[in-house]
């Protein structure tokens, strides 16, 4: 029989223009100290969008416009047999207000051709390519650890 994993739906929203994009610096809980799109947990009952537009707010203080849904990555750990972190990516097409510091992320903006890749996850490497391209991206990724990938099958998609 096989066991059925326990799956957790996440998101990350990145917005970026041709000036730049935005990240924040995790300053506390999974993933501190690296640079990321803003994001966390679907709560039960919300969409994916709705979460997104919560998370973002409480993260950077800004109220998200328009979101276009651009890719979908099954996270999996060693230590974590059980569970599989489904994350939505989300371009954020237009806010409103300043991203600001919160208790949770720093806000950060780079030029695109000098995004902090060595102090982000080692997997956004494989899928921020096509997310700035514009590229409908999906797949797998399992962690041995936080920093150390085992196995990625990321590449291009269909999906609506």
Do not use: C
């Not at 730049?20 to 709560?43: A, C, H, M, T």
């Not at 009952?45 to 919560?54: C, D, L, P, V």
């Not at 996270?75 to 806010?95: A, N, Q, S, T």
């Not at 899928?127 to 399992?142: A, D, N, S, V």
């Amino acid at each position: 029989m096989v066991e059925e994993k326990r799956r957790k739906q996440m998101t990350v929203a990145i917005y970026y223009n041709s000036g730049g994009i935005l990240l924040g610096l995790k300053k506390r809980g999974f993933g501190e100290g690296r640079w990321n799109g803003y994001g966390g947990k679907v709560k039960p009952g919300e969409t994916i969008n709705g979460a997104t537009r919560r998370e973002v707010f409480e993260e950077a203080g800004i109220v998200v416009g328009g979101l276009k849904n651009i890719g979908l990555i099954d996270f999996e750990f060693v230590d974590k047999p059980g569970e599989v972190l489904e994350v939505h990516f989300l371009r954020i097409l237009d806010y409103y207000g300043e991203p600001r510091e919160t208790e949770e992320m720093s806000p950060g903006w780079f030029d695109l051709d000098k995004i902090p890749y060595d102090k982000m996850w080692p997997d956004d490497i494989y899928w921020m390519p096509m997310f700035l391209r514009g590229e409908k991206f999906g797949g797998r990724i399992l962690f041995k650890d936080q920093d150390t990938i085992l196995e990625n099958d990321i590449r291009p998609v269909n999906f609506a």
